[in-house]
């Protein structure tokens, strides 16, 4: 694709980015195919092609970006299914990332729509502001109808999403040692989340780890990766809770790994390199810790795990997280990981799209979100399985929202096949099999 930036344009790091990501697009629409939005709607302007010259106009012109570019952009999910799909090697994520700081601070958004934002962005970072959210938001859950009804959309997700059960407590930074001898030593990157909705899975992750000689540190002062912010443009914020991570990590002695069990976390984590490559003082730092940015499954892919007992022929849908399949680039690695534990894992059909979870996205864009999680809830009933597994609390929440069958983290599969105990989202569907 042609570009006319000026000379003083490009002199702008990010603006000489954007320009090469640009250049590399040739315009064939192989991955209006596989977007979400526009497989939705095939509206041309929520497809990735459409938006790629949305922004282009925009940064070319360095205009304020207008109501219209905003409502093409903030449909996007980010789940970045068009960078899979494009032959040319278009790095769509850099690109909208650019588009969302630009559309930060350049325009002003209505009032509600900027209330929540920045809610959002104050509670969802901090898990102890956050829990008392959870909580407020679990006696109100009952009102989500009514909140649809008066047309307060996106009260009534926010109420729809949160649980039932009361929030959990965040883990408190310590060291988990290795049981018998110390094969490695890892950080654990808990997420904003985890903790708070699904204590089970960090629980499992340190388990397997420390079953298998890994000393597991959840280090004082690490906290969140900075994504939540990231994908609403805040750089600032982002990039600020990005150093305090880096500073912690980089005090770490001998560590062979970050390991992170929120795939959305991850994807951030590691591009810390690119998003630090101008900062002198951050660059190097940064790229180290990309550089030892770990899924869960990706590591645990390379520890020599042996099931200890036959799961009772549970059949597994594996969901895909698109921060895993498409952000990551881990496609087989956690699937085969529990077929090699002897569940019966299937593919869900039409994998490559999103369920709508994407972060903040089924709290600021129900609509959409909601039909694809009726489209991915619709694919993964029919295949019939015991249990569905997904590697990132985003789709699990916004996927259980959606269906009765019992929902897991996959390293809750892996620590149970491997010794550790049964997840607990499993153990009625375990008592119907073992009848039948
Ligand atoms: S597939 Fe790639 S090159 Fe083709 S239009 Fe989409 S982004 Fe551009
Ligand atoms: S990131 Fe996802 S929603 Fe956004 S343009 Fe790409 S495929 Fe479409």
Redesign the pocket.
């Known amino acids: 694709m042609q570009t006319s930036f000026t000379l003083a344009q490009l002199a702008d790091p990010d603006v000489a980015v954007s320009e090469k990501i640009l250049r590399a697009?040739?315009?064939?629409?192989?991955?209006t195919a596989t977007c979400p939005t526009y497989v939705l709607d095939g509206n041309e302007l929520d497809s990735?092609?459409g938006r790629?010259y949305l922004i282009k106009d925009m940064l070319e012109h360095d205009r304020p970006a207008t109501a219209d570019v905003v409502l093409h952009i903030d449909r996007c999910l980010s789940c970045l299914a068009?960078m899979t799909?494009?032959?040319?090697g278009?790095h769509?994520m850099h690109l909208v990332d650019h588009a969302r700081v630009h559309i930060e601070r350049t325009y002003r958004r209505p009032p509600g729509d900027r209330l929540l934002r920045a809610l959002l962005a104050w509670l969802m970072p901090h898990p102890q502001r956050f829990r008392l959210a959870l909580a407020a938001a679990r006696l109100g859950k009952p009102l989500a109808p009514l909140a649809e009804l008066v047309g307060l959309k996106r009260v009534a997700a926010m109420l729809a999403l949160s649980p039932w059960r009361a929030p959990s407590r965040p883990l408190a930074s310590q060291i988990f040692p290795a049981s018998g001898a110390r094969r490695g030593r890892v950080a654990l990157l808990a997420g904003c989340v985890n903790d708070l909705l699904a204590p089970e899975i960090n629980a499992a992750a340190i388990s397997v780890l420390t079953r298998h000689g890994i000393e597991v540190v959840l280090a004082n002062g690490a906290g969140c990766c900075g994504s939540l912010v990231h994908h609403m443009g805040r750089d600032d914020a982002a990039l600020a809770q990005a150093r305090a991570n880096i500073d912690v990590w980089s005090g770490l002695e001998g560590l062979d790994a970050i390991v992170i069990t929120t795939s959305g976390c991850g994807t951030t984590v590691k591009d810390y390199g690119f998003m630090f490559r101008t900062d002198p003082v951050y660059a190097d730092r940064a790229k180290r810790i990309s550089s030892l940015a770990k899924d869960i499954a990706e590591y645990l892919s390379g520890l020599p795990l042996e099931a200890v007992e036959s799961p009772p022929g549970l059949v597994v849908a594996y969901h895909a997280a698109c921060s895993l399949q498409h952000g990551q680039r881990i496609v087989r690695q956690p699937r085969d990981l529990i077929a090699k534990l002897g569940f019966a894992v299937k593919d869900v059909p039409d994998g490559h799209l999103c369920c709508g979870s994407a972060g903040t996205y089924n709290i600021l864009q129900p609509s959409i979100a909601t039909r694809l999680r009726e489209r991915k809830v619709g694919t993964i009933e029919g295949l019939r399985p015991d249990v569905i597994a997904a590697g990132n609390i985003g789709c699990i929440t916004q996927i259980a929202a959606g269906t009765e069958l019992p929902i897991v983290h996959t390293v809750e599969l892996i620590d149970w096949a491997t010794g550790g105990p049964c997840p607990p989202a499993l153990r009625e569907r375990l008592k119907q099999v073992r009848v039948t």
């Open positions: 697009c040739v315009h064939c629409g192989f991955c990735p092609r790629i068009c799909t494009c032959p040319s278009v769509y």
